[in-house]
């Protein structure tokens, strides 16, 4: 059982490596299977995540709509991000005004008795789901190699001040000065938006996991917020391991591995259970990250999403493959 990264459709490498340390693997889901980045597609045969593919389908329509919303936000330059906050349930472009919408109200509304504003049916929900999450990951993407860029030239930039000081000499690039973070990371936007989102993928997921992990503290505390049966059941730190280090630590990742799948799918007893880390292997080099894990006791993944975000009910799909053996989801958070 793989833990799924959320709510976002993109890991940055600096933060695949610290879930790396937890997690031999983890999934991240696309939304749309022809439309996967090179990033991601890398990693996955380098071994380090897998690509999910809950939802498949109207693959040449997504993309015409994000032709259509590219093409509008090259018209828009410049403009204020807000503009993704135009409308929850629809792509940001298909404002109530647009030419489309108007056209979409018209059809919709064409006999007696037509509401003024019909509600959405499940796969129109799904379908604007996927177009948006596939909208904020180009954003994530852009985001992180901006970020890449400006640690890179600042790390240039201090090289080539310690090289006219007259310092110890280095090359082109000082690389243990750099750190690929993004401190103005977009990650952080539209929290309810990306949960609901991502939430419908794991909603229509034949198969889901019951261990989700993200690197974002807004994700967490909107989670805690809308979930009262989250609680918190382990702190563990340690150290990310040296390149050449992570073949030792395999064991210690198996054996936690089996402790987190069966806090998953054994019930809760009563007065709940500590979890059972082992120990933790000591490395002497590389930042710092802690994953803290909490659990939804009762809640199986879809009704744990369908609990926290502004779905009504548990989806379309219900009790297919996997779900009805997982009793609880557990959520990591993994800070650095």
Known sequence: MKPIYFPYTYVSKSMLDKLNFFFRRITVYQPCAP?????????????????????????????????????????????????????????????????????????????????????LNEGEMLFNARVFLLIAQRMDQQND???????????????LFKQLKGEA??????????????????????????????????????KT????????RAVMEY??????RMKILSNAEALLPAENAKKAQTSWQE????????????PVPVGGDPIATGAV?????????TLTLYRAAGLSPRAFFAECTAMKGAGSV??????????????GFVEC
């Open 35 to 119: 439309l996967i980045p090179d990033a991601l597609k890398a990693f996955e045969d380098e071994g380090l995540l897998d690509i999910g593919l809950p939802v498949q389908g109207a693959e040449g329509k997504i993309a015409a709509v994000l032709k259509e919303f590219n093409t509008w936000t090259a018209m828009h330059q410049g403009s204020d991000m807000a503009f993704l906050k135009i409308r929850g349930n629809w792509p940001p472009f298909f404002a109530e005004t647009s030419t489309a919408q108007i056209k979409k109200e018209i059809r919709k509304n064409s006999g007696p008795g037509s509401p003024h504003s019909p509600a």
């Open 255 to 266: 054996r936690f591995q089996r402790n987190l799948e069966m806090l998953v799918t054994a």
């Open 169 to 206: 000499e280095t090359g082109p690039l000082d690389a243990a000065s750099v750190t690929l973070t993004s401190g103005d990371s977009l990650g952080g936007y539209m929290i309810p938006e990306r949960l609901n989102a991502f939430g419908h993928l794991v909603q229509h997921a034949e």
């Open 223 to 228: 989670l805690l917020e809308k979930s009262p």
């Open 281 to 289: 292997p000591e490395k002497a080099v590389g930042p710092q990250a």
């Open 209 to 216: 996991s019951g261990i989700y992990v993200t690197d974002n």
């Open 145 to 159: 190699q901006s970020a890449i860029c400006l640690e890179t030239a600042d790390a240039m930039e201090r090289t």
């Open 318 to 331: 219900s009790d297919q493959s996997n779900d009805a053996s997982l009793k609880n989801t557990l959520i």
